[in-house]
């Protein structure tokens, strides 16, 4: 009830916020932020059938059975926000899981002993990103006594890995038919794809015009975007929320509005953000011109679905991620970026527990070097604001700016 | 039998690499490699990872025909990921390890050990048949069962050196050729009874992961423990028989039964996700084990999580539970012998 309250209190805020808005006023991250808020409130209202997921699930397939799912990380990410994530994090290494784990789990694990989560319906883990995620997936599925369904997903992307996925995820429909007694409507399916299909060239379009110099995106406008917009893919308020920030870009590109004015130094940041309020942008933006201008997690690496053959393309999106697969596979993708966004350095904040992303960290920062992008490993806990020293990382931040602002600038990032 | 192939996880097919004629050799992370793997990766990765990359880093390998990397976890992927940039002349394979163990699991696992046997027979030049491997799967299972009756004679003092001499032989048994192995377990099992020469200790059940130094084995034993039975990646886990279950042709069996091993915490049970508690507790009251030692390596995301249950588990069956963090070896395990002694002494009273 605590956690349906807070999101419905969420939801009637941000659209009163939007019903009051102007033809200019700028309301992608609201859209976002209402239909977060939304499908929070569905989660935890005890009315709908229920999936507590990894990050890979495919969310667009289980709308299409008529499952309102979540990857569990949202839980922690959402209250960080809100400076709630503490309690939840104590409350799990009281219970007695180790502070050299991801805090993201910690924080779902603590809900759940909190009794803040509700019990879902079913649980379906994935083996990718990381190996700690699915831990905690299975943990919630025997802490709730709820059914789980594990999905394999290969580190390779041969036709066999793609294979042998859309099979897993075909055998996943029956699990869930099984315990809904709702089967899978192809109909619906295709409508559901097609959706997703429309989202995904909304986000890619909005992804290319963030890329302008200067970027039209203000410092936290593109943040979390590409994790929590497939939660709602294969529904029209993914639709919404991927044409409004495509729509937005597009407007203020066409007026020549920046996002950071007077922006002098690009940047890409890798993984996610820091989730709780922290100076950081702030700092970037103000001192130095900054402008984080991509984010790792913000692309369109996939195909569009053929609502024909939608096992198979979803699939080959999983498979397709950056998050899966070989670390050359990541640098590959982030090589590109740091060309296509014109940016002058990384960022890599490198998140306490995180052996998928962090994990690599050494490899990252030799492999963006040799490709001439200097890298800044910011060692922060992204969920975690307890450990959160912002005197060093003030510090390490200005020295990289500095050393930033003092080198040849790129010919082609200049406005 | 030619040349050696490396390996890191207890999941390695060693039959499939036997039966291509060539020596399994597993990397342990033992010696005095200087720390260095947290500069390719992170400091905060398992360090059974980072010690065996340490090791490739220093130098601190035998020759190699080429090495096998079982994707098993997160830090065994950055492992992979980490090879070619520490010796990028290595031949590489890369399989991809499922993580639970229902039959699309194991058709997936077969098809990547049908690769691997190819690039096995490539390195060896020797490929494989059905009947090599139907032979090196009979041969570990005799291994396996072998070196289970050896290390219940050290448990129980028939045989001389506590677990830490049956460790030397554990480690021997994945990094020389399974006949040598096989041959002194025979040796082993001829030599006369020591019964009564040994000092018998507590009976603990030790599990976790990865802990191959016999000089840490030796330290739980010296404060007045006795390994009855493990449940260790580096111990009992390390060479699992059968190595063939079900229908199917022999690589279809072997993927089988590697899935279907004692599990490690990375391989899930979709029917009971939380049954690792359940099997330690079950271990434990059949090898009669007064207190079970939890050992995991840091960073262990796995593990890390299963311990609260695990934990409760065990707290609710009324078997006593030390959990312990290290870096698989003796100098982390030394810092902690105070609180194994009291352990122990606990047990005692």
New interface residues.
């Given amino acids: 009830m605590q956690m349906q309250r807070y999101f419905d209190d969420v939801a009637a805020g941000v659209e009163a916020k939007l019903a009051e808005a102007g033809p200019d006023d700028l309301v992608a991250r609201k859209v976002l932020a209402l239909e977060t808020a939304r499908l929070g409130s569905r989660l935890f209202s005890g009315s709908e059938t229920v999936a507590w997921c990894g990050v890979l699930a495919p969310f667009d397939l289980l709308h299409a059975l008529g499952v309102t799912s979540c990857f569990v990380e949202f839980v922690g990410a959402t209250l960080a926000l809100t400076g709630g994530t503490t309690p939840l994090l104590e409350a799990a290494e009281q219970?007695?899981?180790?502070t050299?784990?991801?805090s993201y789990?910690r924080a779902v694990m603590g809900a759940a002993l909190g009794g803040l989560m509700p019990k879902p319906d079913l649980v379906i883990?994935t083996?990718a990103p990381?190996?700690?995620g699915?831990?905690?997936v299975?943990?919630l599925?025997?802490h709730f006594q709820a059914g789980?369904?594990?999905v394999?997903v290969?580190?390779?992307r041969d036709e066999?890995?793609v294979e042998?996925l859309a099979?897993?995820l075909r055998?996943m429909v029956d699990f869930v038919t099984e315990r809904t007694g709702r089967p899978l409507d192809g109909d619906r399916l295709a409508v559901a794809m097609e959706r997703t299909n429309r989202a995904r060239a909304a986000l890619g379009e909005a992804y290319r015009l963030a890329a302008t110099v200067p970027t039209p995106a203000r410092r936290r406008d593109l943040v979390n975007l590409g994790l929590v917009a497939p939660l709602s893919f294969g529904t029209e308020a993914g639709v919404r929320i991927a044409e409004t920030f495509r729509d937005e870009l597009a407007r203020k590109v066409r007026e020549g509005v920046a996002g950071v004015p007077g922006e002098r130094l690009r940047l890409l940041w890798l993984q996610n953000r820091v989730q709780f309020r922290s100076p950081i942008e702030e700092l970037l933006e103000e001192r130095y011109g900054a402008a984080v201008v991509a984010d790792e997690l913000n692309t369109v690496t996939w195909l569009p679905i053929d609502p024909g053959d939608p096992f198979t393309g979803l699939a080959r999106r999983a498979l397709a991620l950056p998050l899966v697969g070989?670390?050359?596979r990541r640098l590959e993708l982030l090589t590109q970026m740091a060309a296509d966004y014109r940016v002058d350095g990384a960022i890599n904040p490198?998140h306490?527990?995180c052996?998928?992303g962090?994990?690599?960290?050494?490899?990252v920062e030799?492999g963006l070097r040799e490709a001439g992008i200097p890298v800044l490993n910011l060692e922060v806990d992204c969920l975690d604001e307890r450990s959160f020293s912002e005197g060093q990382v003030r510090t390490r931040l200005e020295a990289f700016m500095e050393m930033l602002a003092s080198r040849p600038r790129r010919p082609a990032a200049e406005a | 039998m030619s040349g050696r192939v490396g390996f890191a996880c207890a999941y390695a097919p060693l039959p499939l690499i036997h039966a291509a004629g060539l020596v399994p050799y597993r990397i342990l992370p033992l010696g005095e490699a200087p720390d260095r793997a947290?500069?390719?990766?992170?400091d905060?990765?398992?360090p059974h990872v980072k010690r065996v990359l340490d090791r490739v880093l220093a130098q601190d390998l035998p020759e190699l025909e080429g090495m096998v990397l079982m994707?098993s976890?997160?830090?065994m992927?950055?492992l992979?990921?980490?090879w070619s940039?520490a010796r990028p002349g290595d031949r590489l394979a890369?399989v991809?390890l499922?993580?639970?163990d229902d039959e699309?699991?194991v058709?997936?696992l077969a098809?990547e050990l049908r690769r691997l046997a190819d690039r096995l027979g490539q390195w060896s030049g020797a490929p494989r048949t059905d009947a090599d491997l139907a032979a090196s799967c009979d041969l570990y299972e005799r291994l396996a069962a072998g070196l289970g009756r050896v290390g219940e004679r050290f448990a129980s003092g028939a045989l001389a050196g506590g677990r830490a001499k049956f460790q030397e032989l554990l480690n021997r048994s994945v990094s020389e050729p399974p006949e040598a192995t096989l041959a002194e377990i025979e040796g082993l099992l001829a030599q006369p009874e020591t019964r009564g020469a040994e000092r018998l200790g507590v009976p603990i059940l030790l599990v976790g992961n990865v802990l191959p130094d016999p000089g840490a084995l030796a330290l739980v034993e010296s404060c007045g423990a006795l390994v009855v039975a493990d449940d260790l990646c580096s111990g009992s886990r390390q060479l699992a028989a059968p190595c063939a279950i079900g229908h199917g042709d022999a690589v279809t069996r072997l993927a089988r039964a590697s899935l279907r091993r004692p599990r490690c915490?990375?391989t899930?049970s979709?029917?009971?996700?939380?049954s690792l508690a359940r099997e330690v507790v079950e271990r434990a009251r059949a090898v009669a084990a007064r207190g079970v030692v939890v050992h995991v390596a840091?960073?262990c995301?796995?593990y890390?999580?299963?311990?609260?249950?695990l934990?409760g588990a065990l707290r609710q069956a009324g078997i006593p539970t030390l959990v312990l963090?290290g870096d698989c070896s003796l100098r982390s395990l030394g810092q902690q012998r105070t609180r194994v002694a009291a352990f122990v002494e606990m047990l005692e009273a």
């Fill in positions: 219970a007695g899981f180790a050299d784990s991801c789990h883990a083996s990381c190996t700690g699915l831990a905690v299975a943990n599925a025997a789980l369904f594990v394999n290969p580190h390779a066999a890995a042998y099979g897993q055998v070989p670390v050359e490198c306490w527990g052996r998928q962090t994990g690599a960290r050494g490899l030799a | 947290g500069a390719l990766l992170h905060s990765l398992c994707l976890c997160d830090a992927r950055r992979a990921d980490a940039t890369v991809d499922p993580v639970t699309g699991a058709e997936r098809a915490a990375r899930i979709s029917a009971e996700p939380g840091k960073f995301d796995p890390l999580a299963r311990i609260p249950a934990r963090e």
